[in-house]
C-alpha cells in the first residue's frame, strides 16, 4: 500500500482525522479513552492543533494520507512492526472494539456514524498530490515560467497557438488527462506529418489540454491522431493543398452520449465542448507536434474554420439511415471515429419536397455544384441529412442504398456537357470524355451519408471533400479504443 518514500507508520494505534469533519470532532472522547490506554497516534489533515488532548501530528501536507491511502476519516489502523495489520474507517463502536482490544468505547456516542471524505482524495487537491508525492511518469521537456510572465502570452508568442487562447499544460493537468484512456504514456500512437515526428499517448494528452478537453475525450483525440496520420488520409496532402479543407471528424456510438457530444440543434455550431475541443486537440497535434504551420507547409488560399477544428457527433441512436462508420463496415452499437479531408459545410434548403423521389432530384441539385458542376469523380462528399429530410426517405421506408442511388441517378450528365469550353466555360473535364453518353458526379462510394441535425427545419449539409482516391485523400473510420 506505501512505497519506500512513504512516511512510515508508527508501531501502535493510528488516527487520520480533521477539524472540519464531525466524525472525527464526536470521536474525540475516544481519542483520550485510547491515548490513555496506550500508544496512540493521532495525524491531523487541515489543523495540527486539533484534536488539542490528545496532541496530534501536523499531517495538512497530507503526505502520510497520500502514501497510505486515506480516503475516509476518521481511519483508525493498527501498525505492528512497521505494518499496517487492520483499518476501519469512520465511527462503529464495535469496529473499534475489535481493531484496538478495548471495549466500552464512547459509551455516551451513537453506535456508528460514516466518516467524512479525506482531503488527500479531494477533486481540487488530488492532482497536485499526486505530482508531489506520486512520482511523475511524464517525460516530456518542462519549460520554465518566470513569475512575472504571463503565461498565455508567452504560448501565443511561442507560436503554440492556433490563433485562440490555449490551457497552460501544467504537469496536473496533464496526468488527470492521462487518466482517460488505459493506453500507456509512453506507447507511439502516430508518426506526424509534415514532420514525421512520432507522437506518444502523453504529448496528445498534452495537446488535448491545450485544447480544453477532457480526460474522457482522450481515447477519441488518440483515435482521430491514429486516423488522421496515415498514408490513406494523407494528412500532408490536407495540410499542402491550396484547397480550403481539415479533418472532418464525424463520431458515432453510445460513447459519444456518454461524454456529452452535441448531435442535434447546432450540431455544427458553437457551444459544445466536447465537440470543440476534440477536433482542436487534433489540429493543435499537428500543428505543435507535425509543423504543420499556416504560411509554411499549410499553403491553403483560403483556408476554412474546419482548420480549426470540425468535429461532430452523429444521431446514431435516433437515424433511420444507420451511421457513416457503420456505412464504412463498424458494427452498430460500436464507438468510432470516421475522419474526412472536408470544407466547411454548405446549406441546403428544400422545404417543399414531401416524397423521396422530389427530394431526391433536388440534393442532386446541389450535389452538382460540388466544387464545380463541369468537375466530376474527383472530390468525395459527405450529405449530412436533417431529420426532418431523413424522416420523407424514412416514412417512405427507403434504405440508405436507395436513397443514395436515386440521388446519384440525378447525378449523371452527358460528357458534352461537362467538357472544357462546353456552355462557354473553360473549365471542365478533358475533350476525351466528350462522347461519353453519361458521367457520374461522384466516384463509386464517394457521395456518403451522415445523421444529426435539430428536429426543426428542413435543411441539410454539404460538406465538400478534396481530390479523393490513392493521389488525394480517402475517408477513414475506426473504432474508438479506450
Request: aromatic residues 4%; charged residues 20%.
Given at each position: 500500500m506505501s512505497d519506500e518514500s512513504a512516511p512510515a507508520l508508527p508501531d501502535g494505534l493510528v488516527v487520520v482525522v480533521k477539524r472540519e469533519c464531525e466524525t472525527c470532532v464526536t470521536v474525540v472522547p475516544v481519542l483520550r479513552q485510547l491515548a490513555a490506554a496506550g500508544e496512540l497516534h493521532v495525524y491531523s489533515q487541515d489543523d495540527p492543533e486539533f484534536p488539542g488532548d490528545p496532541a496530534a501530528i501536523d499531517d495538512t501536507d497530507l503526505a502520510l494520507s497520500w502514501h497510505h491511502d486515506i480516503e475516509t476519516v476518521p481511519t483508525l489502523i493498527r501498525v505492528e512492526d512497521g505494518v499496517e495489520v487492520d483499518r476501519t474507517v469512520g465511527w462503529s463502536r464495535a469496529a473499534w472494539e475489535a481493531l484496538t482490544g478495548i471495549d466500552g468505547l464512547g459509551p455516551d456516542l451513537p453506535v456508528m456514524r460514516p466518516g467524512c471524505g479525506s482531503r488527500s482524495v479531494d477533486?481540487?487537491?488530488?492532482?497536485?498530490?499526486?505530482?508531489?508525492?506520486?512520482?511523475?511518469?511524464?517525460?516530456?521537456?518542462?519549460?520554465?515560467?518566470?513569475?512575472?510572465?504571463?503565461?498565455?502570452?508567452?504560448?501565443?508568442?511561442?507560436?503554440?497557438?492556433?490563433?485562440?487562447?490555449?490551457?497552460?499544460?501544467?504537469?496536473?493537468?496533464?496526468?488527470?488527462?492521462?487518466?482517460?484512456?488505459?493506453?500507456?504514456?509512453?506507447?507511439?500512437?502516430?508518426?506526424?506529418?509534415?514532420?514525421?515526428?512520432?507522437?506518444?499517448?502523453?504529448?496528445?494528452?498534452?495537446?488535448a489540454v491545450m485544447a480544453g478537453c477532457k480526460p474522457e475525450y482522450l481515447p477519441w483525440?488518440?483515435?482521430?491522431?491514429?486516423?488522421?496520420?496515415?498514408?490513406?488520409?494523407?494528412?500532408?496532402?490536407?495540410?499542402?493543398?491550396?484547397?480550403?479543407?481539415?479533418?472532418?471528424?464525424?463520431?458515432?456510438?453510445?460513447?459519444?452520449?456518454?461524454?456529452?457530444?452535441?448531435?442535434?440543434?447546432?450540431?455544427?455550431?458553437q457551444g459544445n465542448r466536447a465537440n470543440l475541443t476534440i477536433g482542436r486537440a487534433l489540429q493543435l497535434v499537428v500543428r505543435n507536434f507535425g509543423g504543420g504551420v499556416p504560411g509554411d507547409i499549410d499553403r491553403a488560399t483560403h483556408g476554412s474554420p474546419s482548420k480549426i477544428s470540425f468535429c461532430f457527433a452523429e444521431a446514431d441512436d435516433t437515424s433511420p439511415i444507420g451511421t457513416l462508420a457503420g456505412e464504412h463496415g463498424i458494427e452498430p452499437g460500436t464507438d468510432a471515429i470516421t475522419i474526412f479531408a472536408g470544407e466547411g459545410p454548405h446549406g441546403f434548403v428544400d422545404q417543399l419536397s414531401r416524397t423521396p423521389e422530389s427530394l431526391a432530384k433536388s440534393m442532386a441539385m446541389k450535389l452538382q455544384s460540388v466544387q464545380h458542376p463541369k468537375?466530376?469523380?474527383?472530390?468525395?462528399?459527405?450529405?449530412?441529412?436533417?431529420?426532418?429530410?431523413?424522416?420523407?426517405?424514412?416514412?417512405?421506408?427507403?434504405?440508405r442504398e436507395q436513397i443514395v442511388a436515386a440521388i446519384s441517378e440525378h447525378l449523371n450528365s452527358p460528357g458534352s456537357d461537362l467538357v472544357r469550353g462546353a456552355h462557354g466555360v473553360a473549365e471542365g473535364v478533358p475533350e476525351a470524355f466528350g462522347s461519353a453518353e453519361s458521367l457520374p458526379k461522384f466516384r463509386p462510394g464517394g457521395l456518403m451519408l451522415a445523421f444529426a441535425g435539430g428536429g426543426a427545419g428542413l435543411f441539410s449539409q454539404v460538406i465538400a471533400g478534396w481530390a479523393s482516391g490513392d493521389k488525394g485523400s480517402k475517408p477513414v473510420t475506426r473504432a474508438v479504443r479506450y
Open positions: 477533486p481540487d487537491l488530488v492532482d497536485s498530490l499526486r505530482v508531489r508525492y506520486g512520482g511523475s511518469a511524464l517525460a516530456a521537456r518542462r519549460i520554465e515560467v518566470a513569475e512575472a510572465e504571463d503565461v498565455m502570452e508567452m504560448m501565443f508568442a511561442r507560436g503554440w497557438t492556433d490563433g485562440l487562447p490555449v490551457v497552460p499544460p501544467t504537469e496536473e493537468r496533464v496526468m488527470a488527462m492521462l487518466d482517460g484512456t488505459s493506453r500507456a504514456p509512453g506507447e507511439i500512437v502516430a508518426t506526424i506529418p509534415p514532420d514525421l515526428v512520432d507522437i506518444t499517448v502523453e504529448k496528445v494528452a498534452i495537446s483525440v488518440l483515435t482521430a491522431v491514429e486516423a488522421a496520420c496515415n498514408d490513406e488520409f494523407n494528412m500532408h496532402g490536407v495540410l499542402c493543398t491550396t484547397m480550403p479543407v481539415g479533418p472532418v471528424i464525424v463520431c458515432s456510438g453510445p460513447g459519444t452520449r456518454a461524454i456529452g457530444m452535441n448531435s442535434g440543434g447546432n450540431v455544427l455550431g468537375l466530376i469523380m474527383i472530390f468525395d462528399t459527405i450529405l449530412l441529412m436533417g431529420p426532418e429530410h431523413a424522416r420523407v426517405y424514412a416514412e417512405a421506408g427507403w434504405s
